[in-house]
């Protein structure tokens, strides 16, 4: 079972009265500490043993995160009382715990977890692998310099690179070797580990650039927190997101869940809370008059943009399962019935038309099957990454049933949902046919 190494032992000086009476591990982005989002995306590929090592202010990492079995791992500590000096330190005091390859993390580097997942599967042999960037690099940044798949030089200050190392390492019980020696000559620092392993050509590159999405940062300074807060949001978006939940819903539904996830509420909190918001609408809509259908509508639209809170919020806190999801799809079918009832009933009420049963079934069934045909057309969608076909899902339909409540015209909305809806399940059948 592959573990991983995960350095937690610095201060992070640079973050000023942040990491006054807390180390830098447990600075909180979006609800989680760094170090709790390490651990969470390694999670996710695999990773369930982690050995952290401490240093400043170590005793609070192990109070919050404890032997792990919250998070569903195993955590064990080793202690570096030489923390102010360079990481390779907090590399060796590891060494007896480790006797096969594994995964070496820094606790103020955060990634997603497909990096970590290629790098895993990746079939590159050495000591040590990198896995680079191939970015512009910043003054700060740790350059690297490859030919060939093969690390020549490494550092802060060298005058040639081609790369920049992300933090993200694949280590065989060897690297310790490399480690020591570098360590006696008096270089400290995990560059300088990997410049040794690099004189032997036993350190080799692993290339982000070619995984999709991938994004990764090192969080040294409060600008550095903030552009993680924005990487976390952007990747929010999903890639079957249909033109109103991407252009409207989304942005707004985003904020909500910037403040609620620094709270305790859970994903399927939320999904009800969107569910309850349906059933007002429906209400409004029965009591049959212009300013509670007007208002009906506009409830209808802030349902379903806080039905996107609740998977951002469980993509953002590692809290994404089957049941969350498949409760949130029961509650959003509950929720399209009953708004559609309201319509049909308000309709009717309104004109004493019969056509409104006609077309409110009509709409109805078109909507069921618009949610039956989503998950095979979002495999496709997805995998074709066609960036302009346009996606009519749950977002378009109760768009337009606020645009049709504020202009006090349900029937023609009910016309223009089962006309929608039915059309797009014919285009997804279509789609969908090979």
């Given at each position: 079972m592959l573990k991983a190494l995960l350095i937690a032992a610095g201060r992070g000086e640079r973050l000023g009265e942040i990491t006054k009476d807390r180390p830098k591990p447990l600075i909180d982005l979006l609800g989680l500490s760094l170090i709790e989002r390490i651990i969470l995306t390694a999670r996710e590929v695999g990773i369930s043993d982690f050995v952290i090592v401490t240093g400043y202010k170590g005793e609070k990492i192990k109070e919050k995160l404890g032997n792990g079995e919250k998070y569903g791992v195993k955590i064990e500590y080793v202690e570096n009382r030489e923390w102010k000096k360079g990481n390779a330190l907090s590399v060796m005091k590891a060494k007896d715990l480790f006797n096969d390859k594994f995964v070496l993390l820094m606790s103020d580097h955060i990634f997603n977890g497909d990096i970590l997942n290629a790098l895993i599967k990746s079939d590159i042999k050495a000591s040590v692998i990198l896995a680079v960037d191939r970015r512009e690099p910043l003054e700060e940044d740790t350059k690297?310099?490859?030919?060939?798949?093969?690390?020549?030089?490494?550092?802060?200050?060298?005058?040639?690179?081609?790369?920049?190392?992300?933090?993200?390492?694949?280590?065989?019980?060897?690297?310790?070797?490399?480690?020591?020696?570098?360590?006696?000559?008096?270089?400290?620092?995990?560059?300088?580990?990997?410049?040794?392993?690099?004189?032997?050509?036993?350190?080799?590159?692993?290339?982000?650039?070619e995984i999709d999405n991938a994004w990764w940062i090192d969080i040294d300074t409060k600008e550095d927190l903030r552009e993680a807060e924005r990487i976390l949001c952007r990747n929010l978006i999903k890639r079957t997101d249909g033109p109103i939940s991407k252009y409207i819903n989304r942005p707004i539904s985003v904020?909500?869940?910037?403040?609620?996830?620094?709270?305790?509420?859970?994903?399927?909190?939320?999904?009800?809370?969107?569910?309850?918001?349906?059933?007002?609408?429906?209400?409004?809509?029965?009591?049959?008059?212009y300013l509670s259908i007007a208002l009906a509508g506009v409830v209808g639209q802030l349902s379903s943009i806080i039905d996107g809170c609740d998977g951002e919020i469980a993509r953002l806190k590692f809290m994404a399962t089957d049941y969350g999801a498949w409760l949130d799809a029961?509650?959003?079918?509950?929720g399209d019935a009953f708004m559609i009832a309201g319509i049909i009933y308000a309709s009717w009420i309104s004109s004493g038309d019969i056509k409104a049963w006609l077309f409110g079934l009509i709409a109805l069934i078109g909507t069921f099957m618009n949610s039956?045909?989503?998950?095979?057309?979002?495999?496709?969608?997805?995998?074709?990454?066609?960036?302009?076909?346009?996606?009519?899902?749950?977002?378009?339909r109760m768009f337009l049933i606020m645009i049709g409540s504020l202009l006090n015209q349900l029937f023609y909305t009910l016309v223009a949902l089962g006309i929608l809806t039915n059309a797009e399940v014919i285009r997804r059948i279509y789609v969908c046919r090979d």
């Amino acid at each position: 079972m592959l573990k991983a190494l995960l350095i937690a032992a610095g201060r992070g000086e640079r973050l000023g009265e942040i990491t006054k009476d807390r180390p830098k591990p447990l600075i909180d982005l979006l609800g989680l500490s760094l170090i709790e989002r390490i651990i969470l995306t390694a999670r996710e590929v695999g990773i369930s043993d982690f050995v952290i090592v401490t240093g400043y202010k170590g005793e609070k990492i192990k109070e919050k995160l404890g032997n792990g079995e919250k998070y569903g791992v195993k955590i064990e500590y080793v202690e570096n009382r030489e923390w102010k000096k360079g990481n390779a330190l907090s590399v060796m005091k590891a060494k007896d715990l480790f006797n096969d390859k594994f995964v070496l993390l820094m606790s103020d580097h955060i990634f997603n977890g497909d990096i970590l997942n290629a790098l895993i599967k990746s079939d590159i042999k050495a000591s040590v692998i990198l896995a680079v960037d191939r970015r512009e690099p910043l003054e700060e940044d740790t350059k690297v310099l490859e030919v060939e798949g093969l690390i020549k030089d490494i550092g802060k200050k060298i005058s040639k690179a081609n790369a920049i190392d992300t933090g993200i390492f694949m280590c065989s019980p060897s690297f310790f070797q490399y480690v020591e020696r570098a360590i006696e000559k008096g270089k400290d620092t995990l560059s300088s580990c990997v410049l040794e392993a690099a004189k032997n050509g036993d350190a080799r590159v692993f290339d982000i650039s070619e995984i999709d999405n991938a994004w990764w940062i090192d969080i040294d300074t409060k600008e550095d927190l903030r552009e993680a807060e924005r990487i976390l949001c952007r990747n929010l978006i999903k890639r079957t997101d249909g033109p109103i939940s991407k252009y409207i819903n989304r942005p707004i539904s985003v904020r909500i869940s910037k403040v609620l996830a620094k709270t305790s509420i859970k994903p399927s909190t939320i999904s009800i809370i969107s569910f309850i918001l349906c059933i007002v609408s429906f209400y409004l809509f029965f009591i049959g008059n212009y300013l509670s259908i007007a208002l009906a509508g506009v409830v209808g639209q802030l349902s379903s943009i806080i039905d996107g809170c609740d998977g951002e919020i469980a993509r953002l806190k590692f809290m994404a399962t089957d049941y969350g999801a498949w409760l949130d799809a029961v509650l959003d079918r509950y929720g399209d019935a009953f708004m559609i009832a309201g319509i049909i009933y308000a309709s009717w009420i309104s004109s004493g038309d019969i056509k409104a049963w006609l077309f409110g079934l009509i709409a109805l069934i078109g909507t069921f099957m618009n949610s039956y045909t989503a998950i095979r057309y979002d495999s496709i969608f997805a995998e074709r990454r066609r960036k302009h076909e346009i996606r009519i899902g749950r977002d378009v339909r109760m768009f337009l049933i606020m645009i049709g409540s504020l202009l006090n015209q349900l029937f023609y909305t009910l016309v223009a949902l089962g006309i929608l809806t039915n059309a797009e399940v014919i285009r997804r059948i279509y789609v969908c046919r090979d």
